[in-house]
């Protein structure tokens, strides 16, 4: 089956830095991949939208600048946190939606834990 | 803008009950519903698919129903066990876009 890895899966950092997240489709190629943001006992919010070779579209209220998202490949989407800061802490969680089929097929990364002291 | 929202936001029961896991929707002009797993701290793991034109999916001991007319799903839990205790998300898909609920906390208690 289709399977989506990030890396890392958690990581902590001091307030300021800034964290890069990666996001692999192993087995398929993904036209579009989606990141996802969950606080503590909350659902899962969208943040933006990146398909392969263009600009991510980001959802409202989603700091474009803050949180930069690169997809340069059918396989690899990166989303980095810049100058993070605690209130950035959150559970960020990726899929990839495969090439040829519907928006229905989106595979879910494990997810990555972000904490930021 | 879709609305998803479940009910109840916990539950807990004593093992062997059956369940069920209520999720409502603002728009009914859906291509699918979604129900996921969740464990603490993991991604998602897909239970069960929808269609907008099906009614009902069945996987095991579990059954999903669609009423997209109502904007309403249930996920059915039959003899529920103790590996069961997870949160459990509803998502419908509208477009290329995935709105979830927020969950309902399961406990099932042995």
């Known amino acids: 089956g289709a399977v989506v890895s990030q890396h890392p899966s958690w990581v902590i950092c001091k307030s300021g830095t800034s964290v890069k997240i990666e996001c692999r489709s192993l087995?398929?190629?993904?036209?579009?991949m989606f990141w996802y943001r969950q606080f503590p006992k909350q659902s899962l919010m969208l943040m933006a939208t990146?398909?392969?070779?263009?600009?991510?579209?980001?959802e409202q209220g989603v700091e474009k600048d803050k949180f930069l998202i690169n997809h340069a490949s059918l396989t690899l989407s990166t989303l980095t946190v810049t100058s993070a800061h605690p209130e950035d802490s959150s559970f960020y969680i990726c899929?990839?939606?495969?090439?040829?089929?519907?928006?229905?097929?989106?595979?879910f990364g494990p997810g990555t834990r972000l904490t930021v002291l | 803008k879709q609305e998803v929202t479940q009910i109840p936001a916990a539950l807990s029961v004593p093992e062997g009950e059956n369940l069920v896991l209520n999720c409502s929707f603002t728009?009914?002009?859906?291509?699918?519903l979604q129900w996921f797993r969740q464990d603490p701290g993991k991604g998602l793991t897909s239970l069960l698919l929808?269609?907008?034109?099906?009614r009902e999916q069945t996987s095991g001991r579990l059954n999903a129903s669609l009423d997209k007319s109502s904007g309403r799903s249930t996920l059915y839990i039959a003899a529920s066990q103790p590996g069961d205790s997870a949160t459990y998300l509803c998502?419908?898909?509208?477009?290329?876009?995935?709105?979830f609920g927020e969950g309902t906390q399961l406990t099932v208690n042995p």
């Open positions: 899929s990839a939606e495969a090439r040829g089929q519907g928006a229905d097929t989106q595979y």
């Open positions: 087995d398929f190629q993904a036209t579009t």
């Open positions: 990146s398909n392969e070779g263009s600009k991510a579209t980001y």
């Open positions: 728009d009914s002009a859906i291509y699918n």
């Open positions: 929808i269609q907008s034109s099906q």
């Open positions: 998502a419908v898909c509208s477009g290329s876009r995935l709105t």
